[in-house]
């Protein structure tokens, strides 16, 4: 098999002058001089640019290595589902997760900044989320990433890649930024997501859909509840359609679950974040229970939307209510930052194909998790350093994140100092993951006012 590869001088090359200005080098890198977190910002946004942004289709890589080398699954990966179908432990894993929240990080960089460098990126990360929703033929299915050729993809999406791909488009979508042709294909495209996903109840399909589904936005839990009204409500607000409108008023007056509590009802109760390394989740009648921040944000971010798009002051304040239950409930998971020495020592040795001995034949989505479960142990054993960069920069970046999105200053208060210093902690050229990307919408939507 080929090993296939971005070196950091095709980055340069395909990248453009813009991107290439913002290259900072990997060796003799110094913490940024400045203005605290606008600084640091900067410097992951630059770093980001360098390693992470495909140059030719404008997606997110999940990892690479210290200058940009990546080993790409080719077609015939994606179509046997080496190493596994999810894409689990491949670098095109999380394309549209951590795209589509990126692409809500250059819309407030862009609306702070107005610059043209700004602009392109956001624009050449929405043309990347765009390919993703149309690489599929079933109605529903958003690619997680692409394969060396460009256009293979494994089989599964999940709802932790379709809620944040809607989301950055549809901040996108209702800026300056697209032209008005752009902007009606992507409401265009949105709303035939949306509507497929209504038609398979709102579960998230795989591609073919006969390797079944990946996830739901039905269940009683916070996550999924905000989830599913803020579909409705910015199909609305995109499209004008009522049917979307009255959709979402039905879905949050339903009453759902055990406790027969309206999805409105679950949207205020907030949620409760554990450590990942917990061995038992509590559970309560009055919250979600999370051990991951990066995949819980996502119900932050959807509720954050439905307290901006919503009139009615009741229930904007069971939004603002939840939004400040999960600020509260995320302070505490800032603290592992100060796990994060600044040399890291752990190994980290991008190659999956170690996995394919352990590979066999998934004939649905169901096989597919149980064999990329199977297969986590063994990539974590060889990659103890993704394990640390998820603890120590990760978590507590998106901890930070779900405390900006609260619509209170008190949400927010007294942080500014210790976000600044958490940022400026961070040795952004000596990581591999790019989970530290929400570090550009910490930075600004921090400074959002509720």
Same mark, same amino acid.
């Given at each position: 098999?080929?090993?296939?590869?971005?070196?950091?001088?095709?980055?340069?090359?395909?990248?453009?002058?813009?991107?290439?200005?913002?290259?900072?080098?990997?060796?003799?890198?110094?913490?940024?001089?400045?203005?605290?977190?606008? @600084?640091? %910002? /900067?410097?992951?946004?630059?770093?980001?640019? *360098?390693?992470? =942004?495909?140059?030719?289709? +404008?997606? &997110?890589? $999940?990892?690479?290595?210290?200058?940009?080398?990546?080993?790409?699954?080719?077609?015939?990966?994606?179509?046997?589902?080496?190493?596994?179908?999810?894409?689990?432990?491949?670098?095109?894993?999380?394309?549209?997760?951590?795209?589509?929240?990126?692409?809500?990080?250059?819309?407030?960089?862009?609306?702070?900044?107005?610059?043209?460098?700004?602009?392109?990126?956001?624009?050449?990360?929405?043309?990347?989320?765009?390919?993703?929703?149309?690489?599929?033929?079933?109605?529903?299915?958003?690619?997680?990433?692409?394969?060396?050729?460009?256009?293979?993809?494994?089989?599964?999406?999940?709802?932790?890649?379709?809620?944040?791909?809607?989301?950055?488009?549809?901040?996108? @979508?209702? %800026? /300056?930024?697209?032209?008005?042709?752009?902007? *009606?294909?992507? =409401?265009?495209?949105?709303? +035939?997501? &949306?509507? $497929?996903?209504?038609?398979?109840?709102?579960?998230?399909?795989?591609?073919?859909?006969?390797?079944?589904?990946?996830?739901?936005?039905?269940?009683?839990?916070?996550?999924?509840?905000?989830?599913?009204?803020?579909?409705?409500?910015?199909?609305?607000?995109?499209?004008?359609?009522?049917?979307?409108?009255?959709?979402?008023?039905?879905?949050?007056?339903?009453?759902?679950?055990?406790?027969?509590?309206?999805?409105?009802?679950?949207?205020?109760?907030?949620?409760?974040?554990?450590?990942?390394?917990?061995?038992?989740?509590?559970?309560?009648?009055?919250?979600?229970?999370?051990?991951?921040?990066?995949?819980?944000?996502?119900?932050?971010?959807?509720?954050?939307?439905?307290?901006?798009? /919503?009139?009615?002051?009741?229930?904007?304040?069971?939004?603002?209510?939840?939004?400040?239950?999960?600020?509260?409930? $995320?302070?505490?998971?800032?603290?592992?930052?100060?796990?994060?020495?600044?040399?890291?020592?752990?190994?980290?040795?991008?190659?999956?194909?170690?996995?394919?001995?352990?590979?066999?034949?998934?004939?649905?989505?169901?096989?597919?998790?149980?064999?990329?479960?199977?297969?986590?142990?063994?990539?974590?054993?060889?990659?103890?350093?993704?394990?640390?960069?998820?603890?120590?920069?990760?978590?507590?970046?998106?901890?930070?994140?779900?405390?900006?999105?609260?619509?209170?200053?008190?949400?927010?208060?007294?942080?500014?100092?210790?976000?600044?210093?958490?940022?400026?902690?961070?040795?952004?050229?000596?990581?591999?993951?790019?989970?530290?990307?929400?570090?550009?919408?910490?930075?600004?939507?921090?400074?959002?006012?509720?």
């Amino acid at each position: 098999m080929s090993r296939i590869l971005y070196p950091r001088r095709r980055f340069i090359s395909q990248a453009g002058c813009a991107a290439a200005a913002l290259l900072l080098p990997v060796r003799g890198w110094s913490a940024p001089v400045g203005s605290g977190m606008d @600084a640091a %910002s /900067e410097a992951a946004l630059a770093e980001l640019w *360098r390693r992470w =942004v495909t140059p030719d289709h +404008g997606t &997110v890589l $999940a990892y690479a290595g210290l200058d940009g080398q990546v080993v790409l699954p080719t077609p015939e990966d994606c179509a046997a589902a080496r190493p596994n179908g999810m894409s689990w432990c491949t670098p095109i894993s999380d394309g549209p997760l951590t795209g589509g929240l990126l692409l809500d990080g250059l819309c407030l960089r862009w609306q702070a900044r107005r610059t043209r460098e700004t602009a392109a990126q956001a624009r050449q990360i929405a043309r990347g989320l765009v390919a993703l929703g149309r690489a599929g033929r079933t109605p529903g299915f958003v690619a997680r990433g692409f394969a060396s050729d460009g256009r293979g993809y494994y089989p599964a999406s999940s709802e932790d890649q379709v809620m944040p791909w809607v989301y950055g488009l549809w901040r996108y @979508a209702r %800026s /300056e930024l697209p032209e008005p042709s752009e902007r *009606r294909e992507i =409401v265009a495209l949105l709303e +035939g997501c &949306v509507r $497929a996903l209504e038609k398979h109840t709102w579960q998230v399909p795989c591609e073919p859909l006969e390797f079944g589904y990946r996830g739901s936005f039905i269940r009683a839990k916070h996550k999924d509840t905000t989830r599913l009204l803020f579909l409705n409500r910015a199909l609305h607000e995109l499209t004008g359609r009522t049917v979307w409108l009255d959709n979402y008023r039905r879905l949050a007056e339903e009453r759902i679950g055990p406790e027969q509590r309206t999805r409105i009802e679950w949207c205020s109760a907030g949620m409760e974040f554990v450590n990942s390394t917990a061995e038992v989740i509590p559970t309560k009648e009055t919250a979600s229970v999370s051990r991951s921040l990066w995949t819980s944000s996502l119900a932050q971010a959807a509720l954050r939307g439905l307290w901006e798009l /919503e009139t009615d002051p009741g229930w904007r304040r069971e939004y603002a209510r939840g939004l400040s239950l999960n600020a509260r409930a $995320a302070r505490p998971h800032l603290a592992p930052v100060h796990e994060h020495p600044a040399e890291p020592t752990e190994a980290f040795d991008g190659d999956w194909r170690a996995l394919n001995p352990s590979w066999k034949p998934q004939v649905n989505c169901d096989e597919a998790i149980i064999l990329g479960r199977s297969q986590l142990p063994l990539w974590e054993k060889r990659n103890p350093r993704l394990r640390w960069e998820d603890n120590t920069v990760r978590e507590p970046l998106f901890a930070a994140w779900i405390i900006s999105l609260g619509s209170t200053a008190e949400d927010r208060q007294g942080l500014e100092g210790p976000l600044a210093d958490m940022l400026g902690r961070f040795r952004w050229p000596t990581l591999v993951t790019s989970g530290f990307a929400i570090a550009v919408n910490v930075r600004h939507q921090f400074a959002v006012t509720g």
